[in-house]
């Protein structure tokens, strides 16, 4: 099964962008306030991964 969302990304002060979390994924996998993402980036395939730590 593959779930596809599409979100805005927007600035957040002078450096960074910031978007949101579907409710799908926060549904699915159960992301909660205070998680943590972990993002790792394979710059080879330009493929993200990301993780969510409880």
């Known amino acids: 099964m593959e779930i596809k969302e599409e ?17 799908t994924y926060v549904k699915a996998l159960n992301i909660e306030s205070g998680d943590t993402l ?9 493929k993200l991964e990301l993780q969510i730590i409880k």
Request: aromatic content about 8%.
């Open 7 to 23: 979100t805005n990304v927007r600035y957040q002060g002078k450096i960074s962008l910031i978007t949101t979390i579907p409710k």
């Open 38 to 46: 972990e993002w790792t980036l394979n710059t080879k395939t330009e």
